[in-house]
């Protein structure tokens, strides 16, 4: 019925798939989980393992030409959109609900490989294809709970899992209003799958990274406030220059940029009256720093 869908179909697109699905999975853990530990990122990860595993099971599917466990990787690959909302609940402070996820990934294999017949499989397919298109709405709805929503690295997952939901209503509208007739007909919602599940990796894998690293660390609501955090960060590195005996150290360092040109500029004793007049208005303004025995004498990068 298509006759271009064998280009775009097949070993070439599931190998793709699974070199983005890999790639997403070294720099979600290398990148963000391992940088900024938290649910939030361990969830993710665990969609981007989870994408990889179900992109290589095709991979092997089509080398080795089995329905079987063709439609086993491609019913685990949609539980992956769980896992990134549930990470989005985790950061209001949220239960994750990753079970629903996990649930989704265990019930799709199954339910496609007991299909058998094409006509009903188009049906179970398309009906499952949009239950995990629910969850990329559901991330839309925490999106608009975050308090830095407004972040503008989150906007190419934003875009996409509007899409991605508008295409798995359309395709159960499809499906329901024009059933599929041949197997030719399903062929061709799986490769607009593969290929849609490409771009969505790839935005959210910017956006995930992105937003967790440009995060100094993720808080709930109620916790401390950032003075606390900064506070209690530079107790805890006081406390390891103790243990250490070092005798030099900055807990803030302020650094002026174009620091040759300002100095040819006003000279050498103009630009030492600019660094201790910030020094003096820093002194006046900030809150009282804390203290160690252990601490080295104090020092101005100046």
Do not use: K
Request: hydrophobic share 50%; with cysteine.
């Amino acid at each position: 019925m298509i006759d271009t869908i064998p280009s775009f179909s097949g070993p070439n697109l599931a190998l793709a798939q699974a070199t983005v699905a890999t790639l997403g999975v070294v720099v979600m853990i290398g990148v963000a989980f391992l940088d900024r530990p938290h649910r939030s990122t361990l969830l993710w990860s665990m969609a981007f393992l989870l994408a990889m595993t179900s992109s290589w099971g095709v991979v092997l599917a089509e080398t080795v030409d089995s329905e079987v466990i063709r439609r086993v990787s491609l019913g685990v690959l949609m539980g992956a959109p769980g896992f990134i909302w549930a990470g989005f609940r985790t950061l209001r402070g949220a239960a994750s609900r990753w079970w629903l996820a996990a649930l989704l990934s265990i019930l799709s294999p199954a339910l496609l490989v007991a299909a058998g017949a094409t006509e009903v499989y188009s049906v179970v397919f398309r009906l499952i294809f949009f239950l995990s298109a629910v969850f990329a709405f559901l991330l839309l709805v925490e999106w608009l709970r975050l308090p830095d929503r407004g972040d503008t690295v989150l906007y190419p997952l934003v875009v996409i899992s509007v899409l991605y939901s508008a295409l798995a209503a359309f395709v159960a509208v499809a499906g329901l209003v024009f059933p599929a007739s041949s197997g030719d007909d399903l062929q061709f919602v799986r490769s607009v799958n593969q290929l849609g599940f490409i771009v969505y990796m790839v935005c959210a894998l910017v956006s995930l990274v992105g937003f967790a690293t440009r995060r100094e660390r993720v808080v709930a609501p109620g916790s401390r406030t950032p003075w606390d955090e900064f506070a209690a960060g530079c107790r805890e590195r006081l406390v390891r220059a103790g243990r250490r005996g070092e005798r030099s150290w900055a807990l803030l360092v302020f650094r002026l940029d174009d620091e040759a040109d300002v100095r040819d500029a006003v000279g050498v004793a103009g630009f030492d009256a600019v660094c201790s007049a910030s020094r003096r208005r820093s002194a006046q303004r900030s809150p009282p720093t804390p203290t160690s025995p252990s601490a080295g004498p104090e020092r101005w990068p100046c």
